[in-house]
C-alpha cells in the first residue's frame, strides 16, 4: 500500500519550533515561521544547543549582520589577548588591522549593540585571562603582565585591583576557600 | 537591547524604593522584581514557574533568613548554582566580604548614601554580569568588590 502524504508546512515548521523551544524553556513569541522573538536573553549555550536540535530537521538560526560583526569583533579580540607575544602596537590598532576598518568604526558599532564600551570588554577579557593564569600557579606576576602587554607588573596590578575590587594576592585566597566550599556544597547538597 | 531581569532582596523599603529609582534611571530595559525577606526569596526562586533572574541583588541583614544563609542555599541547590549573585549591603568589613565570596558570591556591594554613586555601581553590576552572561565566560573565577 502507498501512502500519498501533503504537507503543510507552515504548520509543520511551528510544531517543531514550539517543540524545540519548549523543552529550552524560554519565552518567546512565535511571529510567523521565520521569525521567533525570544523574550529573554538566553545563555550562550542554550542557544547553542537550541541551533544543534533545529539542525537535526534542517532548519538553522540565521544570524543577523550585526551579530556575526559582534562576534568578529570579539573573535578579534580573543586572538590578541591570547597571542601569547609581546607587541608594540596598540591593541587599538591591531584590532584596527584585523578587520580592516576604523577603530572609531568598531567601538562605536561594538557598544551600541552591547551593554559595554570596547575597551572595557577588552580589559575584562584581559583580567578573566589573568585570573586563570595567576590561579594555575605556573606563572608569575612578571610573565604574566608579559604576556598580555602590560607595560609592567604594576599595571597589570592596578588594573586587576580595579576590575575586581581585590588585590591579586587576596583573589588567590579566597578562590581557594571559596572552591572548597563549592565541591562541599556540591556534594552534600541536603547538608 | 532584550529585557534584562533584576531580582532584589531587601527587607528596608526605603532601600528598596531607592534601589529601583537608580535601576529606572540607567535606561537599561530592566525588569525589576523583589522580595522582603530571605524565606520569600527561596520560595520565589523555587516556584516551578519562575524566570530565574539574570542577577540577584541580596541584602545581608533580612529577617526569617538572612542573606548568608540565602546564598548558602543557592549554591547547594542544583538549578541555582550558576545564579548570578551580587550581595548588596551595609558592611564594609573585610571579613563581610571575604565571607560572601567564599560561599559564592559574585559581587560584592556596599551600600552607597548617595543616589548617582548607586546608579554608577549598579551599572557596573549588571553591565559586568551580562557580559559574563551574554559572551558565555565561565562565572567560575567572577568574583568582584565594588
Redesign the interface.
Known amino acids: 500500500m502507498k501512502l500519498v502524504l501533503g504537507y503543510q508546512i507552515h504548520i509543520l515548521a511551528r510544531k517543531i519550533v514550539e517543540k524545540e523551544l519548549g523543552k529550552i524553556g524560554i519565552n518567546y513569541k512565535y511571529h510567523n515561521s521565520s521569525q521567533i522573538e525570544l523574550l529573554e536573553e538566553i545563555p550562550c549555550s542554550l542557544l547553542h544547543k537550541l541551533k544543534n536540535n533545529l539542525k537535526e530537521y534542517g532548519i538553522h538560526i540565521k544570524e543577523t549582520q550585526r551579530e556575526q560583526f559582534i562576534q568578529k569583533i570579539k573573535e578579534a579580540v580573543a586572538e590578541i589577548i591570547y597571542c601569547d607575544e609581546y607587541y608594540t602596537y596598540k591593541t587599538s590598532s591591531l584590532i584596527s588591522d584585523k578587520l580592516n576598518l576604523s577603530y572609531g568604526y568598531i567601538a562605536n558599532a561594538f557598544s551600541e549593540h552591547t551593554l559595554n564600551t570596547l575597551e572595557n570588554y577588552i580589559i575584562l577579557q584581559k583580567i578573566e585571562r589573568a585570573k586563570v593564569m595567576i590561579l594555575s600557579n605556573e606563572y608569575t606576576l612578571t610573565e604574566i603582565a608579559y604576556k598580555l602587554n602590560y607595560s609592567s607588573v604594576g599595571h597589570l596590578s592596578n588594573q586587576f585591583k580595579k576590575t575586581t575590587g581585590l588585590t591579586s594576592t587576596s583573589f588567590i585566597k579566597i578562590v581557594k576557600q571559596r572552591n572548597n566550599f563549592l565541591t562541599k556544597a556540591y556534594n552534600n547538597p541536603g547538608s | ?5 533584576i531580582l532584589l532582596a531587601d527587607d528596608d523599603d526605603d532601600d528598596r524604593l531607592f534601589f529601583g529609582e537608580a535601576l529606572e534611571q540607567l535606561e ?1 530595559n530592566i525588569s525589576l522584581n523583589w522580595v522582603v525577606n530571605g524565606v520569600d526569596l527561596i520560595n520565589y526562586l523555587k516556584q516551578p514557574d519562575t ?1 530565574l533572574p ?1 542577577l540577584l541583588f541580596l541584602d545581608l541583614n533580612m529577617p526569617l533568613k538572612g542573606g548568608i544563609e540565602c546564598l ?1 542555599e543557592i ?4 538549578y541555582l ?1 550558576n545564579l548570578s549573585v551580587a550581595i548588596y549591603s551595609t558592611s564594609s568589613a573585610e571579613k563581610d566580604i ?1 565571607e560572601c ?4 558570591a559574585n559581587i ?1 556591594i556596599k551600600k552607597p548614601s548617595d543616589f548617582n554613586v548607586l546608579k554608577s555601581i549598579l551599572h557596573k553590576a ?3 554580569n ?2 559574563y ?5 565561565s562565572k567560575e ?1 567572577f ?4
Open positions: 537591547m532584550k529585557n534584562i531581569n537599561l524566570q539574570e548558602i549554591r547547594k541547590t542544583n548554582r571575604e565570596l567564599i560561599h559564592g560584592y549588571i553591565t559586568i551580562h557580559q552572561h551574554s559572551s558565555g565566560l573565577n568574583l568582584m568588590v565594588i
